[in-house]
């Protein structure tokens, strides 16, 4: 049986060193930035989801202690096991308890993406035929990394083609501080214009004159260039 030990080892064994040091650069490891303090092994995604593929067999306490770690591509490798059990849940009792672990452990999830390759596929598509008030509180939240589960959780919806929690959450973050959340909102912004554009133009009439400037570029991307003019003001 596959066991923590072994999946440490493995993941251990391919650490580079270089790799590593340009990784802490970014995913802004210094004093004071978002993710100070991460260590990093300088694994490549491709490694960390063959590692997870391979260990999918651990159970919910070895993931625990996984995602405790102070390391960053142990953490990956955590969610990544996660993610694989959530698909692999037979029932609704089965997935609750996998996204009720999830949201005791808001606090190790606690880097851009770690959020974005995680919750979508998990709260996210639990929640879809499912009250979502808990994605309300989380984007009002003081955790920066709760916020962004918050939204980067209704990519689900919007795959299904419903926007109406993305434009609700972006509504409650178009003020936040923080590039991050900035980036995230646009993503899904533009994501659902995407789907569609009438959506997402609706929304910017309203609110783009006052939008972060980093949020209003995502969330235009896909506009053409006489869009985009319009609405950056050139």
Known sequence: MPNLQQLKSELG?????????????????????????????????KQIKEAAKKYSGINL????KLLNSKIHEERVASLRILVLKYGQAKDDKAKKQIV???????????NW???????PNILGDYLLNKNRQ?????????NLWEKRISVISTFAFIRNKEFGDTLQISEILLNDKHDLI????????REAGKRDQKTLENFLQKYYKIMPRTMLRYAIEKFSQRKKKFYLGK
């Open 61 to 64: 306490v070895e993931v625990q």
């Open 113 to 119: 993406d770690l959020v974005d390759l995680s919750c």
């Open 182 to 189: 900035h980036k995230a909102v646009g993503w899904m912004l």
């Open 134 to 142: 808990i994605l309300y509180k989380l984007a009002k939240s003081k």
């Open 100 to 110: 009720d672990f999830y949201l005791k452990n808001t606090k190790n999830i606690n």
């Open 13 to 45: 064994k391919l650490a580079d060193k270089k790799q590593a040091q340009i990784l802490q650069r970014f995913f802004k490891t210094g004093h004071g930035q978002y993710g100070e303090g991460d260590i990093f092994l300088g694994l490549t995604s």
